[in-house]
């Protein structure tokens, strides 16, 4: 944010911060602040900025990100410190409030249509993983309340996932069968699209990382180390953007049927652990 704000002023021709705070009428402390960032802006501050630097379009996607400035970068370490539960719940008023959903995964199987079994082994790999609090049971079952979703309202889920999602062993054949034919049950909801896109298929942008976009106004993304949280609306422009791209590469309906129906014949063929 600071930086961005420096940037603003001195391609205005305020080649000091002296001459900024002079035509603001702000102490010449405070502009060192603001673009240090050892101080947030205030929404009348990012208006000012603007309107003197002659940057009024980038107006909107300041104010969003300073609203939401807390939680741009959350370590899991962080959010998960007193286990994986807290960080489930949290999601569920996020989720009442969505009526389009689009969903990106290239590996694994979206949250909100995972089994029980499913669930419980991503949780067990979480707790191991960041070595949080083991609340795996509690943080399955609270996400299992999201599927009310499905069901209620309105809501449209555009749901697209890698191939290599049906194939990424979670819990050995028994358990990788049981999420399979789940997806088979729910690929039939009205209101669910989900499309998969070939390990071969040709692709208009490379797959990136996992993504869930909650209508034009949030998206979340996953890495290792933290959940980084989109809600500038320049920056969400461009994952609808990469949205639309991976929908193109996407197969549907009887294909992603033969897709999942030859992935149960892989585990299948697999000794049961």
Avoid at 5 to 13: E, T
Avoid at 49 to 61: A, F, G, L, P, S
């Amino acid at each position: 944010m600071g930086a961005r704000l420096r940037g603003f002023r001195k391609d205005a021709g305020f080649a000091s911060g002296r001459a900024f705070a002079v035509a603001t009428g702000w102490a010449e402390s405070k502009v060192s602040r603001l673009e240090n960032g050892k101080q947030n802006p205030s929404e009348d501050d990012i208006h000012t900025w603007c309107i003197k630097t002659n940057r009024q379009e980038h107006v909107e996607d300041l104010i969003a990100t300073v609203r939401h400035i807390d939680e741009l970068w959350l370590e899991w370490r962080r959010q998960l410190q007193t286990g994986a539960e807290r960080r489930q719940r949290k999601a569920l008023p996020v989720y009442a409030k969505t009526k389009v959903f689009r969903i990106w995964h290239p590996t694994l199987v979206w949250g909100t249509l995972q089994t029980a079994e499913y669930a419980a082994e991503t949780f067990r790999q979480v707790v191991d993983y960041y070595e949080i609090p083991d609340d795996a049971e509690a943080a399955t079952a609270k996400r299992l309340e999201r599927q009310q979703y499905l069901y209620q309202g309105n809501r449209i889920f555009n749901v697209v996932l890698g191939e290599q999602a049906l194939y990424t062993n979670f819990g050995g054949p028994e358990v990788m069968k049981g999420q399979l034919d789940r997806l088979l049950a729910v690929m039939r909801l009205p209101r669910l699209s989900l499309g998969i896109i070939p390990r071969s298929a040709s692709v208009g942008i490379w797959p990136g990382n996992s993504f869930s976009m909650f209508d034009a106004k949030l998206v979340l993304v996953e890495t290792y180390s933290a959940e980084f949280s989109v809600t500038q609306p320049r920056e969400i422009e461009l994952y609808t953007k990469a949205f639309a791209l991976l929908k193109q590469s996407a197969v549907y309906g009887t294909a992603v049927r033969d897709l999942i129906l030859t992935a149960i014949h892989h585990f299948d063929q697999m000794p049961s652990e």
